[in-house]
């Protein structure tokens, strides 16, 4: 039997993606260093190669031995901030180890690939909601890093017949509503986690910056459910499968929810209220950023399921509530 390789499937979007693709009756095999990802978020894969993306001969052999015929590319660093921190390490990771990756596989002959990018290839939008049409103009180095492989799969594609569809996930958020999976980010710096543990008097919170031209004035996002996310990477590889062409499509709810609305949709759930202070803003932080994805939606028939921002709250917050480490002991969590 063939199976799907995983990069990054120990990670957030990667292990829920694994969860699906077994759901699907596909053979998966999860490569990751777990630098960041968690073993035990494996669970669901048939077999799991500790590994660097940029070390070709494992990469290769991981490739051989499980017969794999498509890719799912979730391996990445993922922190905006960071990027601009450290623009090289964004580089090394994420532009040269994706060109590894595609490398073994036009060495290995393996035709598809599901690439993971991000609404950060688009910079301030010009205009919303933001299309794949809308102009990609990158306004830290990771959204650049992105890009750049977005940039080279057309050329990958006419030389090598290396199909694949990129997916932009707009803010992904939520957890497995079987309770099986979550997120556990080492810090976590995302914003429904964070609130949900303000809401549950483990840690401090601030909203960074309330004077934004919006509404509320704070930030408008388009919070998307992990498991929606990836619903979407079974269609894409469905859609290579069946000889579809190369695509690009934006994820997101197309629904704009200010940080206050998350506060609120919080507090609502959690039962109990969020101590929010005011802070400033982040550095990179675009006012808007809300998707359209009315394309996906109609060439692939993707239909998200968790929509609505209390459903995506409530099982960010049940696997919260159950695991306050993420996937580590209390005692891990303790060192
Ligand atoms: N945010 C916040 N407080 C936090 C974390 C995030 O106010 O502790 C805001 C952040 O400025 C942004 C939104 O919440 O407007 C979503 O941020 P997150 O880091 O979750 O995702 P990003 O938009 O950076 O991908």
Not at 49 to 73: C, K, N, P, W, Y
Not at 189 to 214: E, K, M, N, W
Not at 286 to 296: D, N, Y
Request: charged share 25%; hydrophobic share 40%.
């Amino acid at each position: 039997m063939t199976s799907v390789l995983v990069t990054g499937g120990a990670g957030y979007i990667g292990s829920h993606a694994v969860k699906a693709l077994s759901e699907s009756g596909l053979r998966v095999v999860v490569y990751d260093n777990l630098s960041a990802g968690h073993r035990e978020a494996t669970r669901f894969a048939d077999a799991f190669v500790e590994g660097e993306i940029q070390d070709a001969d494992t990469l290769r052999s991981a490739i051989r031995d499980h017969d794999v015929d498509a890719v799912m590319h979730f391996a990445a660093w993922l922190s905006v901030g960071d990027s601009v921190r450290d623009p090289a390490g964004y580089y090394r990771n994420n532009v040269m180890g994706a060109l590894a990756v595609l490398d073994a596989m036009v060495a290995e002959h393996v035709p598809r690939l599901v690439f993971s990018s991000t609404a950060a290839v688009f910079g301030n939008p010009v205009e919303t909601p933001i299309t794949e049409e809308h102009p990609k103009q990158p306004i830290n180095a990771y959204g650049e890093t992105k890009l750049a492989i977005e940039r080279a799969l057309p050329h990958y594609g006419r030389a090598y017949g290396l199909r694949s569809v990129v997916l932009r996930y707009f803010n992904a958020a939520g957890a497995d509503p079987d309770g099986a999976l979550g997120e556990d980010h080492d810090p976590e710096l995302h914003l429904i986690p964070r609130a949900v543990d303000a809401a549950l008097g483990r840690d401090s919170f601030q909203i960074f910056g309330d004077d934004y031209d919006t509404p509320d004035g704070t930030c408008l996002r388009d919070y998307v459910h992990v498991t929606d996310l990836a619903a979407a990477h079974i269609l894409a590889l469905e859609s290579l499968r069946a000889g579809g062409p190369s695509a690009r499509y934006n994820l997101g709810n197309g629904q704009p929810t200010s940080v206050r609305d998350v506060v609120d949709a919080v507090a609502r759930v959690v039962g109990r209220q969020v101590p929010v202070a005011i802070g400033p803003r982040r550095d990179g932080d675009p006012a808007v950023l809300f998707a359209s994805s009315a394309r996906i939606k109609q060439e692939l028939g993707w239909k998200p399921r968790f929509e609505h921002i209390d459903t995506i709250v409530r099982t960010a917050w049940a696997w919260r509530d159950v695991r306050p480490a993420g996937y580590r002991t209390a005692a891990q969590a303790e060192r």
